[in-house]
């Protein structure tokens, strides 16, 4: 199986999208069991984790070493100069701590590729972090997330306990507390997770994991940071704010303080919000929410440079296309028009306006000449060479 095959689901197969939707998302968590030790190999390995280790040096926080919830100190394992004292982390490995790397899709090309699909299906924050565990050890206490996470056993094994939700679905980075074991319930799961199993957590829902001493641990999280109604409804209040003077006037002086004028707050909160209600634009948060979507994705490398060496070879027969994961997005202002797009923002006149549409909603590669007729044959080849260096298409 090809890194690049490894879509959502691929991740939860043999449980079909609309079963996941249905019957776990944001409800309950989800073993997949496969008896397929191989299933995730393309994704990490144990000696893909040497190589980001040796090649990429992460540092805390992104590099964390930890046991029963007790980090170690930097010091123990980063030499003087900076760099990683890779002979240290073995040895605190083997004394028990776990190694975990936050951001590891920002390290690992097969972890970027399938964190890029995975945000591009969901439209959320998707994120990996690994967690390399030695035999008979536990990392962390038990806890919730604020997030939703799958995990995905690459090598080894761990038990896992789920227990039941004290907040559902808690509110993005709100607070993460860690709870004593001797106040936790029974358990609602015990899961042996093996080689190829895959474990759905959803926000909320508290967790703990340990290795046994028969077996160490390798096991990959996917982190998906979902956009709340809560995000949006912010969205639509900060349009409404940008419009309405009053939604931005600063409240009274000593307000906190000064009884007699609480009653007059109140009032006019209420009419604030009652104002919100009316002219919430729908539309306008939704564009916003796609601007930061957009501007929060980054280019997976795929050979890009090369097509910047030819792009004296383009012409009206060239066939170009979107690189994967472009997600559009036209900006009209005055008598110019924008397109932005993952990496970059290209500005150029009004005129562009039918080709930049044209080539947004392009689904399928297409040749420089399918542009629309009101652009001249010279003028076709310098938008889309200019996009093509922009880092938008790429040559076929």
């Not at 029974?186 to 957590?201: F, N, T, V």
């Not at 990496?343 to 297409?366: C, M, P, R, V």
């Not at 399918?370 to 003028?379: I, Q």
């Not at 889309?384 to 922009?390: D, H, K, M, T």
């Amino acid at each position: 199986m090809l890194v690049e095959d490894f879509d959502f689901e691929k991740i939860i197969s043999p449980i079909s999208l609309d079963t996941f939707i249905t019957d776990y998302w944001e409800q309950k968590p989800l073993l997949i069991a496969r008896e397929h030790p191989t299933y995730y190999q393309e994704l990490f390995s144990k000696q893909a984790l040497d190589s980001v280790l040796f090649f990429s040096t992460p540092k805390p926080p992104q590099l964390r070493v930890i046991k029963n919830q007790q980090e170690v100190f930097p010091d123990k394992y980063i030499k003087q100069d900076g760099q990683l004292n890779l002979n240290q982390l073995y040895k605190l490995y083997d004394e028990g701590n776990t190694l975990v790397v936050n951001g590891l899709h920002q390290l690992w090309l097969p972890l970027t590729i399938l964190c890029r699909n995975l945000q591009l299906a969901f439209n959320h924050t998707v994120i990996a972090n690994c967690y390399a565990s030695p035999k008979q050890s536990k990392g962390l206490m038990p806890h919730y997330d604020t997030h939703d996470v799958f995990v995905l056993q690459i090598e080894g094994a761990k038990q896992w306990f789920v227990h039941e939700a004290p907040q559902p679905v808690p509110l993005l980075h709100s607070d993460q507390p860690i709870i004593p074991e001797g106040k936790l319930a029974e358990p609602l799961y015990s899961i042996y997770l093996k080689a190829g199993d895959l474990l759905y957590i959803p926000r909320g829902f508290i967790h703990h994991a340990a290795t046994a001493d028969s077996a160490s641990s390798l096991h990959l999280t996917i982190g998906l940071y979902a956009t709340q109604w809560f995000d949006l409804l912010i969205q639509a209040l900060t349009q409404v704010s940008c419009q309405r003077a009053e939604f931005r006037q600063a409240l009274p002086l000593g307000y906190l303080q000064r009884s007699e004028i609480r009653a007059d707050l109140k009032a006019q909160f209420q009419s604030l919000t009652e104002k919100f209600c009316q002219e919430a634009n729908f539309d306008a948060a939704i564009d916003i929410t796609l601007e930061t979507f957009i501007r929060q994705m980054t280019p997976v490398p795929d050979g890009h440079l090369s097509q910047v060496d030819n792009l004296d070879k383009v012409t009206l027969e060239t066939i170009v296309a979107k690189r994967k994961g472009m997600v559009c997005r036209l900006v009209r202002q005055d008598r110019f028009i924008s397109i932005q797009f993952p990496g970059n923002t290209i500005k150029g006149e009004s005129h562009l306006q039918a080709a930049l549409t044209f080539i947004t909603d392009a689904e399928s590669s297409f040749s420089v000449g399918d542009l629309p007729d009101n652009l001249t044959d010279e003028g076709k080849i310098v938008l889309i060479r200019r996009l093509i260096r922009g880092g938008l298409l790429y040559q076929i």
